[in-house]
């Protein structure tokens, strides 16, 4: 066990820096055995610290110190104490320059933080608190600096030297070597930094900015993934265009790079001009990537680049404002995507998320605010509050000012801000300076945690007709947080006549061109609104859009849902009507209150399939039942056998009743041969991918033939995957082996692909058991030391295969915890990631919770528990 509790840091501590760091002047000398990096600081006392700090102190981690020199004199051990996790110089002048020398292990770094070794090549990863495991520095990005870096290494191992900025110098080394010199003109903070060296090719285009201004645009990767950097390069200048004519953000240096790496803790970084990603992020072909890959990476691309302003130019002041980058940035990554695809599909993703693990999240021990108060490591508030609903809440402030004044407020932002480490209070400030809006209320959004639930009531009077809503929020209580305050939410309605179209919401008797959708703006515990002019009692379509992340609790009828899945003006509530009756029919079931399957849903779904008029993409959405987990997240004491018994049940109920209607989607939406990205084609993907698995999931023979030739036949991986995925659920053992083997045979030698495989095995219901888990771990392909490969096989069987994960004896948890511990010593951020399904055993009924809990609890008393993984345990553990 751990001997001391680590420390927890507050908010309220915060502190101005008491020394700043003009310029960063580093040289780093790489070999195999380790790496010696000289730094030069250009230091002043910060003439807003209050009081007189004598001491310098910088942080570190993991260091060997070989020499300290102030304004180039080297300082005996009497003048400094190198304390392992910082160095103190004692007694230092206002201004000076200060040159440390350190020596690290770059090829034994595990943790994949700060400098560390990937197939081959040197790479960095400095956010949050990477910098410190290079050199002693003040490592907090509220200190910006102007960075000056040069890379020496072996000419022959590493032709690419790259860091941050411009290449201002190179030449020759003796010994076969060689060194680059890379300029940054913009100061900032050192998460900021990065550094690459290695054999890789360059992909090269270019992009010319609003101003003319051309653009170098680089993608290095290793050789062997040459061809599978357009899709990247093109989302890259789309997201350029784009952040220009939404935004009017313009590019602001000569050059700007992206370099794939195999090992990577998550998905990529924003490093100023030197983006680095995990291949998984930005590699991807036809043949070998399927579609929700192309449109990850498209995201991901745009999200790192709208970081250059929306991070970079303007970044935060401490890592409790982690969410004023990240929040916004996925904001703007949001609606990037949108216009690229199709909006109501977008919306339909990231709702889907919000409620099925972020409102988890806000529900269990984990739960913050998107402004924490405390932490113990940062690395684990990368989380889905601070990302996702930090997203929904500017999304907020967009729905409340409307899109032009919140573009004033973004400029202001922007400009008044430039060049600072900032807060999410002078966001919201600036957008309330620049719209003339009081958003004070609205920052408890920031402030508060928990998901508010809104309870809706309404009433008609027939006879002044008169409709009566009446909202009510209450915010759960949260770790440290009770008794909340109501919150200002955006609330948007529509009312549906009898004939379904959208009627006129008049707030008075006598209003004249009243609009047919109103956002209503709830700040009060209990709102009553009454709607006039009515002739008949409507069908509420409420919070449509998802126009704020809340629960919404109304008594819906079977009637209405399916009313409003065929009637509703709004994409997303359509959507949403079909989730919730599919909610509901699945709970009857568990509940035992219902025998079968309700013939409703059944018709309910015989007409999407059978209309080729609708919208395909939204079909391709409406189709797909409510996931394990969403149904998890909605139980007070989840029986994970019986939501899976239930779902699995209405799946074979559907696809019985359906296989003509099946078998004729499957047929309407076949491959033209043609590999296209947009919405429509996805959508015919989607469409005959889930038609082939529901016929597989009843055992269809004729289905399964369908199935091998198009495994056999496809000319993408979309399809390809899809029909292994279908095979590998079904009962087809046969079947089902060779075409595993057929697809390891063809593709082993691609990572990208092997991971694939590894996921489709790790969520089966079929393949994917605890005995089969076990020999995925020992496969030659898969490696501890690739965070992609432990994802890939631990984290998808934890986190999407209920029914085999969730074993009555418990055996899934014993798996998950030893995996857990193995990992925690080589990589501590992977480790406390994987942990987190065991951490919502609450939310689980006998004897699933209780077992999770004695899981958790051998985690926590493992020798030596890393900082991240003792955090959460503990979180988790509190009673
Ligand atoms: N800013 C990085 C995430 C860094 C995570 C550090 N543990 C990627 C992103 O959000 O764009
Ligand atoms: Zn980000």
Redesign the pocket.
């Known amino acids: 066990m751990r001997t001391s509790q680590p420390r927890t840091i507050y908010l309220s501590e915060y502190r101005v820096p008491a020394f700043l760091v003009d310029h960063v002047d580093l040289r780093f000398e790489l070999f195999e055995n380790g790496a010696r990096v000289h730094s030069t600081l250009t230091v002043r006392r910060n003439p807003e610290y209050p009081g007189v700090a004598e001491h310098l102190e910088l942080d570190g981690d993991s260091l060997k110190l070989e020499s300290v020199s102030l304004d180039g004199i080297e300082l005996g051990a009497d003048r400094y104490q190198d304390q392992g996790d910082k160095l103190v110089v004692q007694a230092v002048p206002d201004k000076f320059g200060l040159n440390v020398v350190t020596w690290i292990e770059p090829q034994n770094n595990t943790r994949l933080?700060g400098l560390y070794k990937s197939s081959g090549m040197f790479c960095t990863?400095c956010?949050?608190e990477?910098f410190r495991c290079i050199t002693f520095f003040p490592d907090r990005p509220d200190v910006m600096a102007r960075f000056r870096t040069r890379v020496e290494a072996d000419r022959e191992k590493y032709p690419v030297l790259l860091s941050n900025g411009n290449d201002v110098d190179r030449g020759e080394l003796a010994d076969g070597r060689h060194f680059v010199t890379w300029e940054d003109p913009f100061p900032k903070p050192c998460y900021l930094f990065a550094l690459v060296a290695g054999d890789l090719v360059l992909k090269q285009d270019t992009f010319t900015t609003c101003s003319g201004r051309d653009i170098d645009l680089r993608i290095y990767v290793e050789a062997r993934n040459a061809a599978k950097c357009d899709h990247a390069m093109d989302s890259l200048k789309r997201s350029m265009r784009w952040d220009e004519e939404v935004y009017g953000r313009e590019y602001d240096l000569d050059i700007f790079m992206i370099v794939a790496v195999d090992d990577f803790?998550?998905?990529?970084?924003?490093n100023k001009g030197l983006n680095i990603f995990n291949s998984s992020c930005v590699l991807a072909s036809p043949e070998t990537a399927a579609d929700t890959a192309f449109q990850r990476i498209e995201a991901?691309v745009a999200?790192?680049y709208f970081?250059n302003w929306s991070?970079n130019r303007v970044t935060c002041r401490d890592w409790f404002q982690l969410s004023l980058?990240?929040g916004f940035?996925v904001f703007r990554d949001a609606g990037f995507s949108a216009d690229m695809g199709s909006p109501t599909v977008k919306r339909i993703e990231d709702a889907t998320l919000m409620r099925t693990a972020q409102f988890a999240e806000d529900a269990g021990p984990m739960s913050h605010p998107v402004r924490p108060s405390s932490y113990m490591e940062?690395?684990n508030f990368?989380t889905l509050t601070i990302?996702e609903k930090g997203a929904e809440v500017v999304r907020m402030i967009h729905t409340l000012l409307g899109p032009e004044l919140f573009r004033k407020g973004s400029d202001l932002y922007f400009e008044r801000h430039d060049g600072q480490a900032v807060t999410t209070d002078d966001f919201v400030k600036a957008m309330e300076d620049a719209s003339g809006r009081d958003l004070g209320q609205f920052r408890l959004w920031y402030e508060q945690a928990g998901t508010p639930l809104l309870t809706v009531r309404d009433d008609f009077d027939s006879e002044a007709g008169i409709y009566r809503l009446t909202i009510e929020q209450a915010i759960p209580d949260s770790p440290g947080q009770t008794s909340k305050n109501p919150q200002h939410i955006p609330f948007a309605l529509g009312l549906l006549g009898a004939d379904g179209t959208d009627l006129p919401l008049r707030l008075f008797a006598d209003e004249n061109d009243a609009p047919s959708e109103r956002v209503l703006e709830l700040t009060a515990a209990r709102h009553e609104f009454e709607f006039h002019g009515l002739s008949e009692r409507p069908v509420p379509s409420l919070v449509r859009g998802f126009s704020a992340p809340v629960r919404v609790d109304y008594p819906w009828t079977r009637e209405q849902l399916i009313f409003l899945m065929n009637h509703d003006g709004d994409g997303f509530n359509r959507w949403d009507a079909g989730q919730r009756l599919a909610v509901d029919v699945i709970q009857a079931l568990i509940r035992g209150d219902e025998e079968g399957v309700d013939e409703r849903l059944v018709e309910a779904y015989r007409s999407l399939l059978s209309d080729p008029s609708l919208d395909q993409a939204l079909v391709a959405k409406m189709l797909q039942l409510p996931s394990e987990a969403y149904l998890v997240e909605l139980a007070d004491s989840a029986d994970a056998q019986a939501i899976h018994g239930a779902r699995t049940r209405v799946l074979d109920c559907l696809a019985q009743a359906l296989r003509g209607e099946l078998l004729e989607c499957y047929r309407r939406n076949g491959d033209d041969g043609s590999y296209q990205l947009t919405p429509e084609a996805i959508a015919a993907r989607s469409l005959r991918n889930t038609a082939l698995s529901w016929l597989l999931h009843i055992g269809d023979r004729e289905a399964c033939g369908l199935a091998q030739t198009q495994f056999q036949d496809a000319g993408n991986m979309t399809d390809r995957m899809g029909a292994l995925r279908a095979l590998v659920n079904s009962c087809f053992v046969t079947e089902r082996e060779a075409a595993l083997n057929d697809f390891y045979q063809c593709w082993q030698d691609d990572p990208q692909v092997v991971e694939q495989w590894f996921s489709v095995q790790a969520a089966s219901l079929q393949a994917g058991t605890l005995n089969h888990i076990r020999e995925l771990l020992a496969h030659p392909a898969f490696d501890w030391k690739n965070p992609n490969k432990v994802r890939s096989v631990i984290g998808v069987f934890a986190g999407q295969n209920l029914a085999q994960f969730h074993q009555a004896d418990g055996s899934g948890y014993i798996f998950l915890a030893e995996q857990v511990c193995r990992l925690d010593d080589s990589n501590p951020?992977i480790a406390a990631r994987l942990v987190s399904p065991l951490t919502r055993w609450r939310k689980f009924a006998e004897p699933y919770g209780g077992k999770m809990k004695q899981a958790l609890a051998s985690v926590r008393d493992k020798e030596g528990l890393s900082k991240d993984v003792f955090e959460i345990v503990h979180k988790s553990l509190k009673e």
């Open positions: 933080e990863q956010e949050a990477g803790n998550m998905g990529a970084m924003e991901i999200h790192e970081h991070g980058k990240e940035t940062i690395s990368y990302y951020q």
